[in-house]
């Protein structure tokens, strides 16, 4: 492809890295939003499931936005998209730094979801764009290991500010950030192909033509997603309330599960390609039944060493799964429907993330119990572990 002939490895190299802090970056707001839930609370005086929801409404907006975003990315350019996202994104997380009130928080992360949708797309579309069929997966799977190492960076230096000044100066920080790099990448990026070009390769996805593998992983990315985003999002509550840990400690402490998720999601493609080339799946198999067995441990645990090993354990497996999934179907979308086909892998996921957060509050809420709220999780990743029956076949591209 013309881009790929053109385009230097030292420029692709430059674009990885402003994707990739792209990406570290919206995952940064995530877990500030997480660390911050037990000051909000406080501020606005709610209980459990209306953080719950506060969570949620972010990944309903970002779920909504999946598809017609990748249809958006098709039709008019992974870098406009991601030029549009950067600067939607980093003018909402500052808003939501002003929030006023707990409703106002839910419209603005709703709205704060809508606009970073279309990113992973973008993103994916723009690696799938730069690197050959060889470098693809493990590009692809390189590039998704920033959504843990920025969930990992965020409380190092988010944590001191609220500490200092509060949950809202860091929102304001990191929207100023996110103003920064999306300039960055604009004078990197240019000249934009114009959207009459764009149209010329732009190619309406089929639904009856879709790998029936691909409604398999859309199965799995919503109950593994569940798991993470269930975690992520109150474990940070859990730890500050049931386990009695500080603030400070909460910085070194929360950072360790997504560490080791990064690290599995870096090495997912390297892995799929040089040990399981022609038995894709079976990495994805595997990981998925280990999620089930370590958080079955999570939920049997007692002791702080305890919880947080499983934790560690669970983030590595299923993240080997997760960021598998998106390395396997790499080699098997459409090139020229790339980013749909890629929304609707990542719906599935983002779908998990919006129920996640919402299923544990609620829980929590009415038993009183995270260990009942562990127990939900073990039954999502049992689900997760019998999706992987319907995975068939090998990593082989459909026609373009």
């Given at each position: ?27 940064a ?48 350019g ?9 600067l ?98 604009y ?56 386990q ?6 909460l ?18 493609g ?24 370590f ?106």
């Open positions: 492809m013309e881009n790929k002939i053109n385009k230097s490895r030292g420029s692709r190299f430059i674009t990885f890295v402003l994707l990739y802090l792209g990406y570290m970056l919206l995952f707001d995530r877990t500030v939003m997480n660390i911050s839930l037990a000051y909000i609370g406080k501020d606005f005086n709610v209980g459990a499931a209306a953080l719950g929801m506060t969570a949620s409404s972010f990944f309903l907006g970002y779920t909504i936005m999946q598809i017609p975003g990748g249809f958006l990315t098709d039709r008019l992974s870098k406009r998209m991601i030029i549009v996202t950067l939607l994104w980093s003018l909402l997380t500052i808003v939501t730094g002003i929030a006023w009130s707990l409703i106002s928080l839910i419209v603005i992360r709703f709205l704060f979801g809508l606009a970073e949708g279309p990113y992973p797309s973008a993103a994916l579309k723009q690696i799938s764009e730069d690197y050959s069929e060889k470098e693809k997966s493990q590009a692809t799977s390189a590039l998704i290991s920033s959504n843990y190492a920025g969930a990992a960076v965020a409380p190092l230096i988010i944590v001191p500010i609220i500490a200092a000044s509060g949950w809202r100066s860091s929102f304001v920080w990191l929207g100023i950030s996110g103003l920064g790099l999306m300039l960055i990448y004078l990197l990026e240019r000249p934009l192909k114009s959207l009459k070009e764009e149209s010329k390769t732009f190619k309406k996805i089929v639904w009856k033509d879709i790998d029936s593998r691909v409604w398999a992983f859309v199965i799995i990315g919503l109950a593994l997603n569940i798991i993470t985003k269930g975690l992520e999002t109150w474990m940070p509550v859990y730890f500050l309330k049931e009695g840990i500080n603030l400070k400690n910085a070194w402490l929360v950072p360790l599960p997504v560490m080791s998720g990064g690290i599995a999601a870096f090495i997912s390297f892995v799929m390609v040089h040990f399981f080339k022609n038995k894709e799946r079976w990495m994805i198999i595997i990981a998925s039944f280990l999620t089930l067995i958080m079955f441990g999570l939920f049997k645990s007692t002791s702080l060493v305890g919880i947080v090993s499983f934790e560690v354990l669970i983030y590595f497996v299923k993240s080997l799964a997760f960021t598998g999934i998106f390395s396997f179907t790499a080699n098997i979308l459409s090139e020229k429907a790339y980013g749909s086909s890629i929304g609707i892998v990542n719906f599935g996921g983002q779908l998990g993330g919006f129920c996640g957060p919402l299923l544990i509050g609620w829980i929590v809420q009415v038993t009183q119990s995270y260990s009942s709220a562990f127990l939900g999780l073990v039954i999502s990743a049992l689900v997760a572990a019998i999706a992987c029956f319907f995975i068939r076949g090998n990593a082989k591209r459909m026609g373009n």
